[in-house]
Structure formats: C-alpha cells, structure tokens
C-alpha cells in the first residue's frame, strides 16, 4: 500500500515537475515573442525612412514581393543650381547641414502633395506622384507642389541668411509617363525603384531650367493635363540628349485663385 | 503598420460639443448614457442618428465573436485612438483575455484560431486598410471557406460601418473614454463583468423595419446588401446624407465621385456620374469638377471641403485633425460636421461597393 502511495505520490511530483517546467518555458518563449515583436516593429519603422511605407507593409504583410508594374506616374526632378561650387566654398560638416534642411523642408511639401520622395541623388530630389496609390490627380498635385517648394526654398533661404549661409536656388522638372515602379534587384541587394524613359526627360527639363533661366519648367502632356488656373509661359523648342525632336517646355508662374 | 493604443497619435478634440437637450434625452432613454461624441455630432440629424445605431449594429449571419473582432481590428487599422479603447475595453468585458486581444492585435499566434477566423481577419485588416484597393480575392477565399455570400455581405458592411465610425471619431478627435478604459483593470470591473458586459451586449441594435419599395430604385451598393437588416441601415444613411441642408447636393455628389475616383471603383464612378447630371452638372463640367477639384457650381469653401475629401482616403492623425481645426475655422463648425460625415460615409460606401459590386 505504502509502494503505491510513493509510486503516486512520485508520479503526481514528476507531473508536477513538467508542468512547472513546460509553464516555464511557456513563459520564456512568450517573452520571446514580445521580444522580436517589438524589435520588428521597431525595424519597420527605422526602415520606413528608406523605402516607401507602402512597399514595407506589402512586403512584411505578405509573401508577395512589391514586383514591378508599369503605371503612368508624374516624375518631378529637382537639382540645386550651383551646388558643386558651393561644396567647393563651404565646410563640408556645413554643407551637410545645409542640404539636410534643404531635404527636410522639401520632402515635406512634396508629402503634403501627395508625392512619394524615392530618391536623393546627391543634391537632386527625385519624387513620383501616382507610384504606389492611384491617383487621378497626379499632374495638378506635382505642379502644386512645385510651387508650395518655390514659396518653402524662399523662407529656407531667410533662414540660411540669418546664419551667413549663402541662399539655394532650384531647377525643377515636371513630366508624365509610364514608369516601371517596384522592388528592384537580386536576393542579396535590392531596393524599391523607378526605371523608364519619363524620368530621364525630367531630369534633361530640369537642366533646361538653367538655359532658361526659370526655377519651374513643365513639359506638353503635364501642360494639357492642366486647367486655365495655372499661368504658364511656353518656352523656346530645345533639343534635348536622347530625344531626336526638339521638345517644348513650360514655365509655371503660379496659380489664379478663386 | 498597424499601431498599438498608446502609439496613436491624437489631438484635442477638432469641433465643440453642442447641446441639444432634446437629442440628448433620445440618446439617454436609447442607451442609457451621453457620450461626448453623441453632443459632437449632434448638429446633424442624420450624422447623430448614424452614430447612435451604426457601431450597435448586430449581426445575423455570422458568430458575435467575429464581430466583436472586427470591431477592435477596424479600429486598430483606422488607428482611431477613441474607437480602439472603447473596442478593447467591451471586448475585455465581455469576457475576452487581454492575451488573446493582445494577440489579435499583434497579429500573432493565430495557429490558435481557425482557418476561417484567420481569414475574417484578414479580410478585415484587408478592408480597413484598402490599400491599394478593397481586396476581392479575400472575400472569394471567405466564400471558398464555406460563409455565405450574404454572411460575406454583412461583413463587408461591419467593416466598412466601423471605419465609418473611425472615420468620424478620428476627424472630430473624439477624446478618449479614459473612464471605460480603466474599467476591465479596476476591482469594481472585474467583480461585475458578467453584469455589466450583459448591459453592453443589451445595447445591441438590429434595422427591423424592412426596405420598401422598388429594389431597382435603390443605390447599387444597398441592392447589394437586400435580404440583409444592412440594406435599410445603408438606404437610411445614404438618403439622410444626401438629402441634408448642410451642404449643397452637387458638392457631397463630387465629394462621393472624389472617392470612387481614387479607389478607382468603376460602380461608384458611374453612379456619381448619373447623379451629378440629374442634379444639374453637364458631361463637361463634371468631368472638369473632377480633374480640377474646382467648379463654378461651388463655392470657395466648397472646393476647399472637396479637395479635403481627397485626404481622408489614406490619412495620417495628426497632419489630419490639424487640417480639419483649420478647416473648421474657414468654412464654420456646421459646415465642417456635414462634410466629415459625407466624406466618411463615401469612403465606407466605395470601400463596400469595389468589395460587392
């Protein structure tokens, strides 16, 4: 009798035992979890700053990898004028200052716009309007921002002047077409990108901003996708590298208002 | 991303309280309690009324655990810092574990839940989020898993009910039920759950007046929900909104085509279309009201309130509730309330009609 009290009493501790362990672990995987939870919350939003957010919900929420698709996007190129020889006469720790203000104060309006900033190529800003969402608006919304960034680069520049900075002054190029937009590269490196003709047109109609003379030069499909609001001024024909016709830009003087 | 409660960012709240005492008598003998978003929206008629019934709605086609869930994943996609509490804090009420609401939220551990429950979620998550577009792939996945289509419907309407209320919680920045939310945790909540989640499921609401008249002449997206208590609910809010003095009948028809046009619902757009040229827009100047978000039909105020109907398709809180405090400053606090109810009710209505139509 007394055996098989011990022999109970021995198997209900063992039991208890791996219960005891098995909540143990229960407890340490748990933790575990809560763990790589928040660290992966946290690389989603530390990675938010190098790709779109869009890309990274797509590519964190399904298996699915952001592949790329043609779709008609607006492209707006801008490059500061002068900036190689202001490199030249600034301290570089400056200089860096400088343009991360420049970027900030742009990407900004450029958000509000409902444009998506994809890349910074040294001193240029390349922003795409109608890349990840649709959005009918696309011509008006690049345009609009292009202007708010005239007015943004006016009240940067009195900023840089208070501090004995020299002032920026900007080229901007706006054109539409198919672009192939996705996720681009090999399993090592790869990163969310644009490739198509529409993007070398607007950095060539940036270029011609200097030729010119302006800050703000559309070209003939954004210019027809526009309204009688916007004041225009159309631009000498201008042959461009890798285009054989001469192309016809525009010059954005602003927007009536109601 | 999805946020967690605290991570959500909100403001003060974006319009005043205005007491009617009538109104609020209604609401009292309806559901026992004023809140504060029944006196914030008690300006229109239509937009309170949807408020007090909508987030009650009951639904007869599937299990009252999936629609509790909905309720909490809507909210948390729509990041509506007021709609979030006040979900989690019934859930927990009525008797859910905080570990099985954290895992909802986390979208972890779903192995414990079944495949169908794993897909309702999805579709919800999917639906609230709408991004690129209201995924119909799901709602075929939910019908392959054996719900009906009409189960599958009412959904659809749960979801897109919900970020309607989002919607207009996070525009108004309804402030947070601080009181609520404390209650699951207090000794006095935890005594009396069964007592008081009992009261809250009380509250429940089911349309039980049926739609009458020629299913013909009803708007597509409430044809889609017919044999559903949905329909009417859907019919009441529509008509209520569209039939309102707060704004004129041509700007909430663009503020509807502005939505259909950037989830790029072909249903909706066509809709909006035959609207817009029965109330006296030509082919011409509704195409041009809508490439332009201008029109000689509209007011300034209008056409700011038209362009703002872009951003509440995909928004952040923050930039959002500070527009709409700027907003309400131009066109008047009445104004502001109408719009943020029409261009609530347009973004469920697309949402729900690319999902059905």
Redesign the interface.
């Known amino acids: 009798m007394i055996v098989y009290i011990l022999l109970a009493s021995f198997l209900v501790l063992c039991l208890g035992v791996i219960i005891f362990n098995q909540r143990k672990r229960n407890q340490k995987l748990e933790k575990l ?1 809560a763990y790589t ?1 928040e660290k992966l ?1 946290r690389l ?2 530390h990675f938010g700053r190098f790709t779109p ?2 890309v ?2 797509q590519l ?2 399904s298996d699915r990898a952001f592949k790329p698709t043609m779709r008609p996007v607006t492209v707006l190129f801008a490059d500061l004028k002068g900036f190689t020889k202001m490199c030249e006469e600034i301290e570089p720790s400056d200089m860096v200052n400088i343009l991360n203000g420049y970027f900030r104060c742009m990407s900004k309006v450029l958000t509000q716009h ?1 444009g998506q900033v994809t890349e910074l190529i040294g001193d240029g800003i390349l922003s795409l309007f109608g890349a ?6 696309q011509v ?1 919304d690049a345009v609009m921002a292009a202007l708010d960034m005239r007015l943004a680069l006016e009240e940067y520049n009195k900023e840089l002047k208070e501090k004995s900075f020299p002032e920026l002054a900007f080229g901007i190029g706006i054109h539409k077409g198919k672009v192939l937009a996705g996720v681009m590269g090999n399993y090592e490196l790869s990163k969310f990108g644009v490739v198509g003709d529409p993007i070398n047109v607007a950095a060539r109609v940036e270029a011609l901003t200097r030729e010119h003379n302006t800050d703000i030069l559309i070209t003939e499909k954004i210019k027809v ?1 526009l ?1 009688n ?1 916007f004041v225009l001024e159309p631009m000498p024909l201008v042959k461009v590298k890798g285009k054989s016709e001469p192309i016809r830009t525009y010059t954005v003087k602003g927007v009536l208002k ?1 | ?1 999805a946020e967690l409660l605290n991570d959500i960012e909100w403001s003060e709240p974006t319009l005043p309280i205005v007491h009617d005492l009538e109104w609020e008598a209604e609401v009292k003998a309806d559901i026992g309690r004023v809140m504060d978003i029944h006196m914030r929206t008690s300006n229109s008629e239509w937009l309170r009324k949807t408020i007090l019934k909508w987030p009650r709605y009951e639904a007869k086609e599937f299990p009252r655990k999936l629609a509790d869930i909905c309720t909490l994943v809507a909210a948390q996609e729509n990041a509506c810092r007021y709609c979030y509490g006040v979900a989690r804090s019934w859930m927990r009420l009525w008797g859910y574990s905080q570990k099985m609401i954290n895992n909802i939220e ?1 979208s ?2 779903m192995a414990e839940m079944d495949e169908k429950e794993r897909a309702f979620i999805r579709f919800c ?1 999917n639906l609230s989020r709408s ?3 209201p995924p119909k792939k799901d709602r075929d996945e939910l019908i392959r898993l054996g719900y009906s289509e009409l189960a599958v419907a009412e959904m659809a309407f749960l979801i897109v009910n919900q970020c309607f209320v989002n919607r207009v919680s996070t525009f108004l920045a309804v402030p947070p039920m601080d009181d609520l939310e404390r209650l699951p945790n207090s000794f006095l909540g935890k005594l009396l759950r069964p007592i008081i989640g009992w009261k809250l499921r009380k509250m429940s609401w089911t349309e039980t007046r049926p739609l009458e008249g020629d299913p013909e002449s009803f708007p597509g997206v409430v044809q889609k929900l017919l044999g559903l208590p949905a329909a009417r609910v859907m019919n009441d809010a529509l008509e209520g909104a569209l039939n309102s003095n707060g704004l004129s009948r041509k700007l909430k028809i663009l503020m509807f085509a502005v939505v259909a ?4 619902c072909e249903f909706c757009k066509e809709e909006t279309h035959s609207m817009a040229l029965e109330c006296g827009f030509s082919e011409t100047e509704f195409n ?1 009201a ?5 029109s000689p039909h509209l007011t ?1 105020q209008e ?1 700011k309130l038209l362009s703002w109907t ?1 951003e509440t398709i ?1 928004f952040q809180n923050g930039p959002m509730q500070s527009r709409v405090r700027e907003l309400a400053l131009e066109v008047g606090d009445s104004m502001m309330l109408e719009a943020i109810g029409v261009a609530s009710l347009a973004n469920s209505t697309v949402r729900l009609a690319v999902l059905l139509g």
């Open positions: 979890l939870n919350e989603q939003i957010e869009e990274i919900e964190t929420d409902h990840l969402r649709n959005n009918p608006w008006q996708e309204d609001r109601k | 991303m986390r972890v551990q998550r991004n690129p577009k046009n950037s989830l790029d041009a809508l490439n332009t978000l201008s300034e056409e872009r995909h």
